[in-house]
């Protein structure tokens, strides 16, 4: 208690110092107060010096505020101010104090670790998820501070230089973050482009010297796998790789801190934050498969790959109830997130995990993947009960009954819809409670067509379920939900033959899914709209809605890009090939708007590939 009590003392005799000399006028710039703070003050006693602080600056605030004299009240207002200048530059001093003993903390673990580890170690002081995220200035810091420890091309030696490089890189594409957006339309926003040509990649591949960034950036810019790249790298050094991984992290982090701030569309914002993580992420993942999971460098790209979905999941606009982004385009991330599936079994039980399993899930039945997106689901929600994460769990109940769907087990999809409805409503979740108001009017409708069912009030039940998500979803603004809403019910429409009513909800889900940006919905809503139109004999709009919706869920790797490919060859079947090829071109500018024209000479060759096998 004596010691406490005697550096009380000591740090009150150095405020009332700085607050004496201050009122005498030796005191000339708040960057004196600064360091005198900074050699008075020692790191671990700060809790004592802002005691000591706030017990003198209440003091002079009383004694302004009750003084009566004029020339005393005066001199409390002076000293009062210089309080609170030390104030300021003790907030200021502690931060440096942070930086400090950071940048201390990474030089001894980095130089202390084991040559084997100390990579890892490395990664575990850039890790984005960390307290205490190092700046530009403090990683130069870090990498001056580590010079003493190193020999010649020693792995600490390295370090230091992968450190520099990689930042002097990302100040080089720092003014070049998002200049690629401007080259294309606001619609194709997003990290597709002409391969080679445009996007980020190409645009990032101008910038920097390094080569081996420049043939990463290279490979991505013609849409080739990063796996590819990876594979080819025999001779990667330590410094190289940990440029690289810097200017991954910087750019992703920059395009994620751009994205979240353009208020004038907060959507469109978090969808590409959304695709950018994913986007990153997926190359990570590559380049620990093509690196070897078994290596160093192989295991360090998956140990980034986790800190980049452990982070992702921690964001408020996380998609608990989507997956497929249509910014998150190229061909070679067509079945993009199965690459995250191997580095998550290595990882136990956390919410993270079930999160992102939430999300390959969904991906998975938007392959057509079924029984794998339900053993996906079925460990998130096991994980997510287990954690305490409510909104997953619910999530994957939801997803779970849509999947039962899809594997035509009605029974069992109304089971789990029912239970996502119970917990919903008690644990207030209003979009879990959404979606399985969705998912049990669907599961009914679904369950009654295939027992042939045909009283109107089974589906009028089902229906007003369907109703009740969508006035919901309205209500509480989730995009997302309300099209698997409308969607729904275009369905269910369409399933008791109300094919007019059926393209009022399927056009306004298609709509809905544009704004989402889920490529799967907007895919599947096209080809209902095929179908109802087909059922209205309006031969021109079903060739129009179905090479649309066959087309983008060929693109996304869906099996259920045939379903429409099937009818539009009863169509053609039905008018002939003259007939068909006059209607497919007179759509044919509406077609290039959505998908290019890259995209509308492939509709044939789909269609060819369909007819053969």
Not at 413 to 422: G, H, V
Not at 439 to 458: C, D, F, H, K, R
Request: aromatic share 8%; with cysteine.
């Amino acid at each position: 208690m004596s010691d406490s009590l005697s550096l009380r003392d000591r740090y009150l005799a150095l405020i009332d110092e700085i607050v004496q000399n201050t009122l005498k006028g030796k005191v000339s710039s708040q960057e004196q107060v600064y360091q005198m703070l900074l050699k008075g003050v020692t790191t671990d006693t700060g809790e004592v010096f802002e005691l000591a602080l706030s017990e003198r600056l209440n003091s002079t605030q009383q004694q302004v505020d009750t003084e009566i004299d004029v020339l005393k009240q005066a001199k409390a207002t002076r000293s009062l101010r210089a309080l609170k200048t030390i104030q300021t530059q003790w907030q200021r001093a502690q931060e440096q104090n942070k930086a400090n003993y950071a940048i201390g903390s990474a030089v001894k673990d980095i130089t202390t670790a084991t040559a084997e580890a100390r990579l890892d170690v490395f990664l575990s002081v850039i890790d984005p998820n960390q307290k205490y995220l190092l700046s530009v200035q403090q990683l130069q810091q870090l990498s001056k501070s580590l010079q003493p420890f190193a020999q010649a091309d020693s792995d600490l030696q390295q370090i230091s230089d992968g450190i520099i490089r990689g930042l002097a890189s990302w100040q080089r594409l720092q003014d070049h973050l998002v200049s690629w957006m401007y080259e294309q339309s606001r619609e194709s926003l997003g990290f597709g482009g002409v391969p080679g040509e445009r996007g980020p990649w190409a645009t990032w591949a101008k910038q920097v010297n390094s080569e081996l960034p420049k043939a990463l950036f290279r490979t991505l810019a013609m849409e080739k796998s990063a796996l590819e790249f990876a594979q080819q790298q025999r001779n990667i050094t330590l410094g190289e790789w940990v440029e690289m991984a810097l200017i991954l992290q910087y750019l992703q982090r920059g395009l994620v801190n751009w994205f979240d701030q353009q208020a004038y569309n907060i959507q469109a914002g978090s969808k590409l934050s959304i695709s950018t993580f994913l986007t990153f992420a997926v190359i990570w993942s590559q380049l620990a498969s093509g690196l070897g999971e078994g290596t160093p460098f192989g295991q360090a790209s998956s140990q980034v790959l986790l800190q980049t979905l452990r982070n992702f999941t921690q964001r408020p606009y996380f998609p608990l109830y989507g997956g497929i982004f249509a910014s998150f385009s190229g061909t070679y991330l067509r079945n993009a997130l199965s690459y995250l599936d191997e580095p998550l079994r290595r990882v136990n039980g956390t919410q993270e995990k079930a999160r992102i399993l939430t999300l390959l899930g969904y991906s998975q039945r938007a392959l057509g993947q079924y029984d794998r997106s339900a053993q996906f689901h079925q460990q998130a929600l096991d994980i997510a009960r287990l954690a305490g994460d409510r909104s997953c769990e619910i999530a994957n109940l939801n997803h779970l009954s849509r999947t039962y769907v899809n594997k035509e087990n009605y029974a069992e999809a109304i089971n789990y819809s029912q239970r996502a409805l119970i917990l919903s409503r008690q644990a207030g979740d209003r979009t879990g409670e959404a979606n399985a108001l969705v998912n049990l009017g669907y599961s009914e409708v679904m369950q009654a067509q295939q027992l042939e069912q045909i009283e109107p009030e089974t589906y009028e039940t089902a229906i007003n379920y369907l109703q009740q998500g969508l006035t919901l979803s309205e209500r509480l603004g989730d995009i997302q939900s309300k099209a698997l809403c409308v969607s729904s019910l275009g369905i269910a429409h369409l399933v008791i033959e109300q094919p007019q009513t059926a393209i009022k909800y399927l056009e306004d889900g298609f709509k809905t899914a544009q704004v989402s940006g889920d490529l799967y919905l907007q895919g599947l809503n096209l080809a209902n709209l095929s179908e109802a139109y087909d059922h209205l004999q309006n031969q021109d709009k079903s060739i129009y809605t179905g090479c649309l919706g066959m087309y983008l869920l060929n693109q996304i790797g869906s099996r259920e890009w045939r379903k429409p490919a099937r009818l539009l060859m009863i169509v053609h079947g039905q008018i002939g090939s003259e007939a068909f090829q006059h209607l497919l071109q007179q759509h044919r500018s509406k077609i290039i708007s959505v998908i290019g024209v890259d995209g509308y000479d492939y509709i044939p060759k789909l269609l060819e590939e369909y007819r053969e096998n």
